[in-house]
């Protein structure tokens, strides 16, 4: 029986976003597999709960709270020295972290997801020191001494090697998946035409620039909308705002009120079911980041067959080719002529419709835990 052990603390937040998505996803796949029982025990660690997510009650999970009693800002003390004292009760085989860092004091073979995100918040990013001085000890001990590492695309795990300086055959490939799916269209906004940007919105994305891009387009571009019988376009975002200082509620109150009505609606955090539909209901999705290791918003709208428009790089042709709408400059201009394109290419519009949603059927959840699985028995 081969233990492994997965570090789940991002779960107890909700697991909507990021890693918390990833480990939540994997878990699933794996419950309805129970099978895989005959080969692999799961021990799932917790630091304060275990949340009611239903998968979490199969069989083939083992669950562990770690520190129920240290609540609110102590994850450090979970991370670095609670949790690693439990593992060595435990023994698992493997461990599993998640969330880019890997403790001292951890004597078991380890798997660590990575990403250069984590470089550039530590060297070049802007958050308090203290998260930047964690970001870097642990982030960089995690490239050096992780037993393996796994990336979610092959721009990502190339930047990683030379960022950290390590060997890239120590880092293999696992794309991720995309599973959101609603039977039917439904337009969120009644009859009116709308185009989405989904994610959290740290500055590297532009949501900023994009709110902008459409103000840009609906005011100096009518003429365009009115072509395509979008003339009442809205913009919804549905995201944080991860600016250093919040931005995005007051932008978007500043555009409505030039606007003379609602066309930019935000929100934080939408349940999944809801979600679906705002894909499925949306003209376009506007995701221009600057860096992303994958980015999962443009490949579910794909998903949907509806065109995301993304930054022209080497990852979104990487994992996009011709299924995308490239936007050169992250300026307002860049963005509100790529979002132009979305709505008028017709035969480009088409080929996605058509198309997209059977190009992304790569991209699941399954085969994402299949080849996890798979290199976890190397290791």
Known sequence: MYKIGIECEELEKGGGWGIGRIVSKLLEEISHHP????????????????????????????????????????????????????????QPDLM???????????????????????????????????????YMIFGTYSAKHATKLMAISETSKKNMAKLYKIDPDRIFVNHLGVDLKYDRIVNQTGNLPYILYIGQAFPRRHLKETI??????????????????????????????????????????????????????????????????????????????????????PMEALSFGVPPVIADNEL??????????????????????????????????????NSGPEFVKKYNWKNFTDKFLENVKDI
């Open 35 to 90: 099978e895989l029982g005959k080969e692999f025990r799961f021990i799932l660690f917790f630091k304060n709960r275990i949340p009611a997510l239903s998968y979490l009650n199969a069989p083939i999970f083992k669950k562990r709270v770690v520190a129920p009693f240290f609540k609110g800002r102590l994850f450090p003390v979970y991370y670095l020295f609670l949790l690693p004292l439990r593992l060595w009760f435990e």
């Open 96 to 134: 599993f972290w998640p969330a880019y860092m890997l403790p001292f004091f951890t004597f078991t073979r380890s798997l660590s997801l990575m990403t250069e995100d984590v470089y550039h918040e530590a060297f070049n990013g802007k958050l308090p020191f203290k998260y930047r001085f964690f």
């Open 212 to 297: 902008l891009a459409f103000e840009k387009l609906v005011t100096e571009h009518s003429n365009i909308l009115e072509n395509v019988g979008m003339s009442e376009l809205k913009l919804i975002a549905i995201g944080p705002d991860k600016y250093p200082e919040l931005i995005i509620d007051s932008l978007a109150s500043k555009v409505n009120g030039r606007l003379g009505r609602e066309a930019v609606i935000h929100k934080n955090y939408v349940e999944d079911s809801e979600l679906a539909k705002l894909y499925a209901g949306a003209k376009a999705l506007v995701y221009v980041s600057d860096r992303e290791a994958f980015g999962l918003p």
């Open 316 to 353: 979104g042709r990487e994992l996009f080719g011709e299924y995308a709408f490239y936007v050169k400059n992250p300026d307002p201009d860049g963005i509100a002529n790529g979002i132009s394109q979305a709505l008028t290419d017709s035969n480009k519009i088409q080929k996605i419709k």
